[in-house]
């Protein structure tokens, strides 16, 4: 008889895709298909949703889909028609193809996975006993299997094969062995809805940094606003946007880097610079085109670049937009009050309409807008120059940048209100600062927060645009295969999306310079992951991901940075993470090389391994989570542990008494008692709970530290 470990009854899209999964994940199978060719009897199917494409990107198979189908924004059901291009994704679209044709292109996938596909071929029964499943075909010899899974579409109630999926249904439950119970058997935890102001607040962190602002100055502009605001007799839901408009106000600030930098030489200093002057005076923005346009390029370049500049100040204007609206969606994807996406409209307006959007002003400018443009350049002047500095701005700037009626109420608190803002404390300050009710996350909301993070570090540089979404989604892939618990891969999934948040302190210059960098821009790269952890770091509810996420260059061997430890790495999910990271670069373009093919990134990932830099079972998830086939490797257990200890410890960590351990693993209860001193032996303690608490510090049970 023909033995197999899975046979699929059924060579549909389910049968075929399941085929595929239990192939790359190393599992024998067969399946079993009715038809003998992909001719169906009606069209079926018109299309793959975006999930669908997403999970075949994460094999590393869209493309053979993409290719022969047809992309459409909008996705119709009925009457109804929903705009999908705003979906956190990179396949925010729905493909037009029909069903016949992708069964087609999911066959060819099969077939180069090398899976048997028996055509024309019917199962007809089925009898199961206690070590698998004898398989009955129509007119062909049987087939033995540890599984029968019913992909049969329809139930066909003729010849029988209803009882298929039936039975096929029952046979899965039994075989789930000790370590899959373990390692689901810890609750999971119960996700606390988080503060919206931290999630926002980290944000503003790196945005400052990207702005070339002190790390407080969003935190303190939102302090100075919503202070200001009360005096202005402001509602709470004023007071509320306001708060979330100054903590948001320069989150659009990446949308324009890379044509930033090719202007001015570097995206941050020129916007620090920016910031300062009088935008309305003909004369301050001349100077400041002057200074920057064309930095470090030979005067006649410059020259050209500056005429070029100044004939063209629609450009100018058409990136401030983009600013703004990039940080309108921001909020709109946090779910944050309507209030706040209209006023983040006029970041750049002006009291006496000559800001953007051109010639509106006055009180057409929703109040929290007017709150923040005094607040921001109080805490910009404070920083420039001193609170002398910051109240001769604004008073010179009266009626023009500003309402009068808010400045006269700034400037008669100034003295107080500064002497409020501690530099040491302003996290904490800012926190306690945001108008009641506050705004908290849960779920999706929390993350779309994270899918906003990774956005706009995507729009740092269009070599980015994918990144942290790909690293995310082949992360949250390979974390499955090692069978992490799922709320460890949920976290997992958060911390990829925000694992380049760093990148934003870093000018393009350096990330887009086409040939090698020098010791000092070397230097700046290797902060970056340094200041992903320190976004998040002040946040007790976030500090933990901050971790995971700015650990991604971190190497077993200690080799890698910021912190450069072989601790940095001691959980499963950063190696993940950093395997996933590699292996998404790698199969990207950067300025200064081609993107590797899939089969020359797993050599490079290998060679990681073999040097001791890489985990090799988080690179053969990744790998295997990318649609490459890989090999199981033996595992090496701590302590020298047998992989029949680990089960006996594993069925100890669940409280199973010596007998049922006998029974479950089918051994006696007195061999169960050697194995029980062997493993206390091998782990260094003398009893139930020491040995517990050795098998979570091994990570045993997946447990999150
Ligand atoms: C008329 C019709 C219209 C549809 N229109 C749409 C649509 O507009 N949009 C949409 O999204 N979906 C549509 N669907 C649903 C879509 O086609 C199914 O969701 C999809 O085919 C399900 O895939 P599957 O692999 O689970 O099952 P199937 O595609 O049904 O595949 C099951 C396979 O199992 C084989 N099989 C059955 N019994 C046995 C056996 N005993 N031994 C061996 N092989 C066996 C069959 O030959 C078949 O190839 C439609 C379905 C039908 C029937």
């Not at 443009?373 to 910009?380: K, Y």
């Not at 061997?557 to 910021?562: L, V």
């Not at 081609?594 to 985990?615: T, Y």
Request: aromatic residues 6%; proline residues 4%.
């Amino acid at each position: 008889m023909r033995e197999h470990a899975v046979v699929i009854a059924g060579g549909g899209p389910t049968g075929l895709m399941l085929a595929a999964e239990l192939t790359l994940a190393g599992v024998d199978v067969v399946v079993v298909e009715l038809r003998t060719s992909q001719e169906l009897e009606s069209s079926r199917s018109g299309g793959l949703h975006s999930r669908t494409i997403e999970v075949l990107d994460q094999r590393g198979v869209a493309e053979r889909f993409v290719s022969a189908g047809e992309m459409h924004s909008s996705v119709g059901y009925g009457y109804i028609s929903l705009d999908i291009s705003d979906f956190p994704t990179r396949h925010n679209y729905i493909l037009a193809l029909w069903q016949s044709h992708f069964e087609r292109i999911l066959a060819e996938w099969v077939d180069d996975l090398g899976v048997r596909v028996l055509r024309g071929s019917e199962v007809v029964g089925c009898t199961q006993d206690d070590t698998g499943i004898d398989v009955e075909l129509a007119g062909d010899t049987p087939i033995r299997a540890r599984y029968l899974v019913g992909c049969d579409g329809r139930r066909r109630t003729e010849r029988g094969t209803d009882d298929v999926v039936r039975i096929a249904t029952l046979t899965y439950h039994p075989h789930v062995s000790a370590r899959d119970r373990a390692a689901t058997a810890r609750p999971g935890r119960v996700e606390q809805p988080i503060r919206a102001a931290e999630l926002v607040g980290a944000l503003s962190l790196a945005t400052d940094l990207g702005t070339g602002q002190p790390l407080e100055h969003a935190l303190r502009t939102a302090v100075l606003a919503v202070r200001l605001g009360e005096l202005a007799g402001a509602t709470s839901e004023e007071l509320s946007d306001t708060y979330y408009v100054a903590l948001l106000h320069a989150s659009g600030c990446t949308s324009n880097s890379h044509e930033a930098a090719q202007l001015f030489g570097d995206d941050i200093a020129h916007r620090a610079a920016f910031f300062l002057i009088d935008p309305s005076d003909p004369a301050q923005v001349l100077g400041f085109y002057r200074e920057y346009v064309g930095a470090g390029r030979p005067d006649d370049v410059r020259e050209g670049m500056l005429e070029a500049a100044l004939a063209n100040p629609a450009r100018a204007a058409e990136s401030f937009a983009a600013m703004c609206e990039v940080a309108q969606r921001f909020s709109s994807w946090l779910g944050l009050a309507p209030g706040v996406e209209e006023a983040l409209e006029y970041v750049f307006a002006r009291w006496d309409g000559r800001g953007l959007p051109r010639e509106i002003g006055g009180e057409a400018l929703p109040l929290p807008a007017r709150l923040l443009h005094v607040a921001r350049d109080i805490s910009l002047f404070l920083s420039a120059g001193g609170p002398e500095e910051a109240r001769a701005v604004i008073e010179r700037r009266a009626g023009e940048a500003y309402e009068p009626r808010l400045v006269q109420l700034a400037l008669g608190d100034l003295d107080d209100a500064v002497a409020e803002l501690d530099e040491a404390r302003m996290w904490g300050i800012a926190l306690a600062h945001e108008p009641f009710p506050q705004v908290m996350l849960t779920g999706e909301r929390i993350d779309a927060g994270f899918g906003a993070i990774a956005a706009l570090i995507g729009l740092k540089s269009p070599w980015l645009r994918e990144h942290c979404v790909g690293v995310a989604e082949l992360a949250e892939a390979a974390a499955w295969r090692v069978g992490l618990p799922a709320d460890e891969i949920a976290f997992l999934r958060r911390a990829a999306l925000a694992h380049d948040l760093g990148r934003i302190s870093v000018p393009n210059a350096i990330w887009e310079k086409p040939g090698p960098l020098g010791l000092g821009e070397w230097e700046r790269v290797r902060l970056h992951s340094y200041f992903t952890e320190r976004a998040f770091a002040h946040c007790p509810e976030l500090a933990d991901l901050g971790r995971l996420a700015g650990s991604h260059h971190e190497r077993l061997d200690g080799s890698g940075y910021h912190h450069g430890t072989e601790e940095a790495v001691h959980r499963q999910a950063a190696r993940i993470l950093a395997a996933a990271d590699c292996y998404t670069a790698m199969r990207e373009a950067r300025p200064y090389r081609p993107a590797l093919d899939p089969a020359a990134a797993r050599v490079e990932l290998e060679r990681e391994v073999a040097k001791g830099r890489l985990d090799a079972s988080a690179v053969d998830a990744v790998l295997a989570a990318a649609g490459h086939r890989v090999a199981k490797r033996p595992r090496e257990l701590p302590g020298g542990l047998t992989e029949r200890e680990l089960e006996v410890l594993l069925a100890l960590v669940l409280g199973h008494s010596n007998q049922v351990i006998a029974d479950d693993l089918g051994i006696s209860a007195k061999t169960v008692g050697h194995h029980v001193q062997h493993v206390y032996q091998k782990a260094g303690v003398r009893s139930r709970a020491a040995a517990t608490v050795w098998a979570f510090e091994h990570e045993l049970v997946q447990s999150a530290p």
